[in-house]
């Protein structure tokens, strides 16, 4: 499960990469008071859409099937 720790510190490199937190929101079509809030935690990560983390980190990806490895071990 990914933690709000985790979170915020790969969208603190998102925001370097980008040059700033309205940069980064321009590029991805969102506000930058929105970056900002989930940078703060304001929005926690547990309550974060799939497209939104899309959106924010468009090369990670989901195992959708790994509950279904563990229960077989």
């Given amino acids: 499960m ?3 720790e985790e979170f915020s510190a790969a969208l603190r490199k998102k ?3 980008a040059g700033s937190q309205s940069a980064l929101a321009e590029k ?3 506000t930058q008071s929105r970056i900002s ?4 935690g304001r ?3 547990h309550d974060i859409t799939i497209g939104t983390l899309h959106k924010l ?3 990670m990806e989901i195992d959708l099937h790994s509950c ?3 229960n077989k071990r």
């Fill in 15 to 17: 925001i370097s990469a």
């Fill in 43 to 45: 929005f926690q990560v």
């Fill in 2 to 4: 990914l933690k709000q």
């Fill in 57 to 59: 980190f468009p090369e």
């Fill in 37 to 40: 809030d989930y940078l703060r």
């Fill in 68 to 70: 279904e490895h563990s």
């Fill in 28 to 30: 991805l079509g969102m």
